[in-house]
């Protein structure tokens, strides 16, 4: 008997190794295949991403910011992944300041469901700057892996629906903000936007402007090309990486960025780095360039540093 199971289990063990074989030769190569497939599609889609650099669509890689090209320039293949509508798709959410007044405006707020960064992005405190707030109109559809994302891509609506750095009556924007410890907002707006970055207890804060003529420029007091932070534990650090990036792209020395400090007092990136303790910087682009040009900066700058916090 022992003779005959132990046939038994050896015909067993060949039927087995036979079921392997054939798992080998008929299925692992249709795997493979689909590997080389998905491998090709990444390929092609990373190819394209330099081409149509900063353009940031919809992503199907939760949390994993690809960057796609131009939708409107981008067929994709029929084989291409599925967009994941898993749970794990960060939350948007608005919020409207100053609700009930002229000067409401809305905040958006992205929330990856992951600890992480409060940043907080705006545009539009001067209504005549226009790659400010055309960026930060893009940065509100961005996906994020981690943390939360604060967009606020018009801080001024009535001066942006004017195209000029502020309406008379209301004053410039950019100089409402406390001067000191103890002061509060000047106005209405102000005050709502201050009393947003308490609540989102913002931790990294960009403000979107532009310049009309180069910092290099010495013949002027223009400071187009710059970037102005508030020099708090590790801001520089990420500053420096956002203008060495920009500039790595920039041949003409004068056209490149130029790090300073400190962001003028009233400022919202004086007032939230000074009193709240906030990595805060301005971002200035030169209005010289093609807006295109200037947008692609303002976005590069932005994605720059959710990738130096780890969020993109
Ligand atoms: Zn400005």
Redesign the pocket.
């Known amino acids: 008997m022992k003779i005959v199971g132990t046939k038994l289990k050896r015909l067993s063990v060949s039927i087995i190794a036979v079921l392997f074989a054939i798992s080998v030769l008929f299925v692992n190569p249709l795997s493979s295949m689909a590997l080389i497939d998905n491998a090709s599609i990444s390929n092609t889609l990373n190819a394209d991403s330099r081409t149509y650099n900063y353009t940031i669509g919809e992503a199907d890689c939760i949390g994993s910011a690809v960057i796609y090209p131009d939708s409107a320039k981008y067929s994709a293949p029929p084989s291409a992944p599925k967009e994941d509508q898993s749970s794990s798709k960060p939350k948007v959410s608005q919020e409207t300041l100053a609700p009930g007044t002229k000067y409401a405006t809305e905040l958006y707020i992205i929330k990856s469901g992951q600890p992480g960064p409060v940043v907080m992005i705006v545009g539009g ?2 209504g ?2 226009r790659a ?1 707030y055309t960026a930060a109109a893009e940065v509100k559809d961005w996906d994020i892996k981690k943390g939360t994302l604060l967009v606020l891509p018009q801080a001024n609506v009535l001066a942006v629906d004017k195209k000029v ?1 502020y309406i008379s009556s209301q004053g410039d924007l ?1 100089r409402d903000f406390p001067q000191s410890s103890v002061q509060s907002a000047d106005n209405t707006l102000s005050k709502a936007i201050w009393s947003a970055v308490k609540k989102h207890k913002v931790e990294w804060l960009m ?1 979107m ?3 009309y003529d180069y910092y290099k420029n010495t013949s002027t007091s223009s400071v187009g090309q710059s970037l102005i932070y508030y020099p708090n534990s590790g801001t520089k650090t990420v500053a420096s990486k956002i203008v060495s990036t920009l500039n790595s792209d920039i041949s003409t020395s004068y056209k490149k960025f130029s790090l300073l400090q400190y962001p003028v007092k009233g400022s919202l990136a004086r007032a939230s780095g000074q009193y709240l303790g906030v990595n805060s910087f ?1 971002f ?1 682009t030169c209005d010289n360039p093609s807006l295109s040009v200037r947008v692609n900066y303002q976005l590069k700058a932005a994605k720059t540093l959710l990738q130096k916090l780890d969020m993109i």
């Open positions: 405190v001067h005549n700057e400010g750095r950019n403000d402007h532009e310049g301005i200035e």
